[in-house]
């Protein structure tokens, strides 16, 4: 969801309070274009390492995108859906997994410049 510039994005482990799924993703987007494509986006890279989604509801409307795939379920709201809907406030007893750091951007380091000098031709006489 990260590549794709999801915002707010919480992994809620849920397995002790469902048997519906063991880990719920929610990750809110600005648009209902950008719902979509970071569905598609997980749903691509999932589905390329052999995990196919068991279900995949709302790419329509885009509002709300969910990505069932059985364990793991990811919910993928447009900003204003996701507060109207509230799931962290309806699992609020699950716990909450930090995600993993951003890896830091490469520093640039600037290349060492060779000068190469022409040896100056002696005329011998």
Do not use: C, N
């Not at 397995?15 to 691509?44: F, H, K, N, W």
């Not at 279900?55 to 969910?66: A, D, F, P, Y």
Request: charged letters at 25%.
């Amino acid at each position: 969801m990260l590549d794709k510039k999801a915002v707010d994005v919480q992994v809620l482990h849920v397995a002790p309070l469902t048997s519906v799924a063991d880990y719920l993703v929610i990750g809110s987007a600005e648009s209902d274009r950008q719902t979509r494509a970071i569905a598609d986006y997980i749903d691509g890279m999932l589905s390329r390492s052999g995990q196919r989604p068991l279900s995949i509801e709302g790419t329509s409307s885009g509002q709300w995108v969910l990505l069932d795939f059985g364990d793991v379920v990811a919910h993928i709201f447009r900003q204003d859906t996701r507060s109207h809907y509230a799931l962290e406030r309806l699992w609020s007893d699950a716990t909450q997994l930090p995600l993993p750091e951003e890896a830091p951007a490469p520093v640039a380091v600037p290349k060492r410049r060779i000068v190469v000098r022409k040896a100056a031709a002696h005329k011998t006489v």
